[in-house]
């Protein structure tokens, strides 16, 4: 696999917004070959996740180099319309807040055109060793900033 291939994987940036395709598989499905709830939360954070890499960030280099993680605070989800086995999604990544020591990001799961789930998800960042709050390392900081996108559609 060649590196365009390693960041095909990763999604793509189109302005401020990330996203990230994926095709539904028989294990994110219930027995009626409907998206289980929770999976929608993985989705998200799997495109998350790509967003960090492709930002040059990734969440094991962070814990190493900065000895911190970024764990989830809050999030709310809005099932609209359920996504089925084998749909081809994508996930709509921006960021709404880039704190001292917090990010904030509205995910769509998206099928073509249509909001099937919206997420309104809150990260801290805190310390490996305290396990508490710290602040944000300045470049990953940085490079949200960049991204950040508070404009309603």
Known sequence: MTQNDHDALLGHFEGKRHYYPF??????????????????????????TA???????????????HKVAIAVRHCTVDFRRAALLEDRLTVETRVIKVGGASLGFEQKVMRGHEELVVI??????MSLTELRAQRLPEEVRTAYARYLDVNED
Not at 120 to 125: D, H, K, M, S, T
């Open 120 to 125: 309104e998800i809150y990260l801290a960042c």
């Open 51 to 65: 967003m960090l890499h492709q930002l040059g960030f990734p969440n094991r280099n962070i814990a190493e180099r």
């Open 23 to 48: 095709i539904v598989f028989y294990d994110d499905t219930d027995a009626g070959g409907i998206v289980y709830h929770s999976n929608y939360l993985a989705f998200a954070e799997r495109a998350r």
